[in-house]
């Protein structure tokens, strides 16, 4: 029996993949998180043959501990990925967009200490060219600072207006709804 942690934002998807992977013979799902400041402590309570985690609950100090992971990642957030790639660790990642029946399959290679890899996950990993204009950089990086869209067309010298298209050219560019989404995300994939 492969036990098997899920942590994963949204009760939805987290209820979902865990009705899926307990209904598999091998697969016995022993704990569902949706915080990160639980994962460590669950991963030692339970002892869990394989960790099916959402990159973002992982944290900036990734996840102490032997347990092999499988990663779920949005492509948007494929660059924050080295926080899990611990020499030793056996790590899988995967999209967070996949079929069900991939991570029934990644745990089940995790657990035999498989590589399980989302090749367009990883080479969106790689990409470091950032789609951004050098003034829609600029716009970012007063925009993360805190300045607020007329502060921002003064300082550039360009209408308030203005400025509003360029940020709805970066939310779409980044894949984001808002402009903080924005700003993570070009943080993450170190495009400011």
């Known amino acids: 029996m492969i036990r098997t942690l899920l942590a994963l934002?949204?009760?939805l998807v987290r209820g979902a993949l865990s009705l899926v992977l307990a209904a598999e013979e091998d697969i016995d799902v022993v704990a569902e998180l949706d915080r990160n400041d639980a994962?460590?402590?669950?991963?030692?309570?339970?002892r869990p043959d394989v960790a099916v985690v959402d990159l973002d609950l992982i944290g900036e100090a990734g996840l102490?501990?032997?347990?092999?992971?499988?990663?779920?990642?949005?492509r948007r957030r494929a660059r924050s990925l080295h926080?899990?790639?611990v020499p030793g660790r056996a790590v899988g990642i995967l999209g967070s967009d996949v079929a069900p029946h991939r991570v029934v399959d990644g745990v089940r290679r995790l657990a035999r200490r498989e590589c399980v890899v989302d090749a367009d996950l990883v080479m969106a990993a790689l990409i470091?060219?950032?789609p951004l204009t050098?003034?829609?950089t600029e716009i970012l990086?007063?925009?993360a600072s805190g300045a607020p869209v007329?502060?921002?067309?003064r300082a550039l010298g360009l209408a308030p207006g203005t400025v509003r298209n360029h940020l709805g050219r970066i939310n779409r560019k980044a894949g984001a709804r808002t402009r903080v989404e924005a700003v993570r995300f070009a943080r993450d994939a170190g495009w400011i």
């Open 9 to 11: 934002d949204g009760a």
């Open 39 to 46: 994962l460590p402590p669950a991963v030692r309570a339970r």
């Open 64 to 74: 102490a501990g032997p347990c092999p992971l499988l990663v779920l990642a949005d």
């Open 83 to 85: 926080r899990v790639l």
């Open 128 to 130: 470091r060219d950032s």
């Open 134 to 136: 050098s003034r829609e």
């Open 141 to 143: 990086d007063l925009t």
């Open 150 to 153: 007329a502060e921002v067309a």
